[in-house]
């Protein structure tokens, strides 16, 4: 098995996160994985977005959790990338669940850690929706819940136990106590940065009984080399250049 996931989408072809971008990845045939990241706001509502700033993906800026919903619901999200996409705006987790049911997509929900004073209250609220709007997703489509937070993890382990749980670590943080941690939150994938990954530590980690899958990787060079030390998956920008080495 070798899985492509649409890493925020396709935003090789489209803004990152979008619907575009989301819509791009799944109409490429073979492609059957969508990655994105949830994050919430201030009044607690759900939307996609990488950085927990809007600067470098919207047309404002300010920390996300301190802004309720209506506030930037209208911020463009596509303008920076190109005047075809300064229509798109800021997707809610709803739609996203809309687009995997129209597309018979499986999906990858990064849960973002929460910065801010209010951020435990709202890691449990953001669990606890994405587990309720989790239910309007057909139920022959597949969901990860994955984060680099080890308390979202955790509490997706206690609230929506049914789906498979990843956590993510970039290079610098991979540290020799991984297995505890993901142990710790019921984890059984493993989603690595791919700088300085070796086959060794591939070995370390799939000899352990984990599945492992690493972001972001755009080579699809690089891509064969991680399929044949026995990676399980990546994360990818261009989706449609890695769909050849997808395996069922
Ligand atoms: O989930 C894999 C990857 O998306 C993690 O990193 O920063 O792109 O969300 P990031
Ligand atoms: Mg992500």
């Given at each position: 098995?070798?899985t492509i996931y649409?890493?925020?989408?396709?935003?090789?072809?489209?803004?990152?996160?979008?619907?575009?971008?989301?819509?791009?990845?799944?109409?490429?045939?073979?492609?059957?994985?969508?990655?994105?990241?949830?994050?919430?706001?201030?009044?607690?509502?759900?939307?996609?977005?990488?950085?927990?700033?809007?600067?470098?993906?919207?047309?404002?800026?300010?920390?996300?959790?301190t802004f309720n919903?209506?506030?930037?619901?209208?911020?463009?999200?596509?303008?920076?990338?190109?005047?075809?996409?300064?229509?798109?705006?800021?997707?809610?987790?709803?739609?996203?669940?809309?687009?995997?049911?129209?597309?018979?997509?499986?999906?990858?929900?990064?849960?973002?850690?929460?910065?801010?004073?209010?951020?435990?209250?709202?890691?449990?609220?953001?669990?606890?929706?994405?587990?309720?709007?989790?239910?309007?997703?057909?139920?022959?489509?597949?969901?990860?819940?994955?984060?680099?937070?080890?308390?979202?993890?955790?509490?997706?382990?206690?609230?929506?136990?049914?789906?498979?749980?990843?956590?993510?670590?970039?290079?610098?943080?991979?540290?020799?106590?991984?297995?505890?941690?993901?142990?710790?939150?019921?984890?059984?994938?493993?989603?690595?940065?791919?700088?300085?990954?070796?086959?060794?530590?591939?070995?370390?980690?799939k000899e352990a009984?984990?599945?492992?899958?690493?972001?972001?990787?755009?080579?699809?060079?690089?891509?064969?080399?991680?399929?044949?030390?026995?990676?399980?998956?990546?994360?990818?920008?261009?989706?449609?250049?890695?769909?050849?080495?997808?395996?069922?």
């Open positions: 098995m070798f649409g890493h925020r989408g396709m935003p090789s072809k489209a803004p990152e996160n979008t619907l575009a971008s989301f819509k791009a990845a799944a109409e490429v045939e073979g492609i059957k994985w969508l990655e994105l990241d949830v994050a919430i706001t201030k009044d607690e509502q759900l939307v996609i977005i990488h950085d927990d700033d809007l600067e470098r993906t919207t047309d404002m800026s300010g920390e996300i959790t919903y209506d506030e930037i619901k209208s911020a463009s999200t596509g303008a920076w990338y190109s005047e075809k996409f300064k229509e798109e705006k800021l997707p809610t987790f709803d739609e996203v669940i809309e687009l995997a049911n129209a597309f018979d997509m499986n999906i990858n929900v990064e849960l973002k850690g929460v910065s801010g004073p209010n951020g435990l209250a709202l890691s449990h609220s953001m669990v606890k929706q994405v587990s309720e709007k989790l239910q309007n997703l057909n139920k022959d489509q597949q969901v990860v819940i994955s984060s680099f937070n080890v308390i979202l993890v955790k509490l997706a382990s206690e609230i929506m136990p049914q789906y498979r749980r990843g956590l993510i670590f970039h290079a610098s943080s991979f540290r020799r106590d991984w297995q505890s941690l993901l142990d710790y939150c019921e984890a059984e994938i493993l989603n690595i940065e791919d700088a300085q990954l070796t086959e060794e530590k591939v070995k370390l980690i009984g984990y599945e492992l899958n690493v972001w972001t990787v755009n080579k699809s060079t690089r891509a064969n080399q991680l399929a044949n030390w026995g990676v399980d998956g990546i994360f990818t920008n261009n989706a449609d250049k890695m769909v050849h080495l997808s395996k069922a």
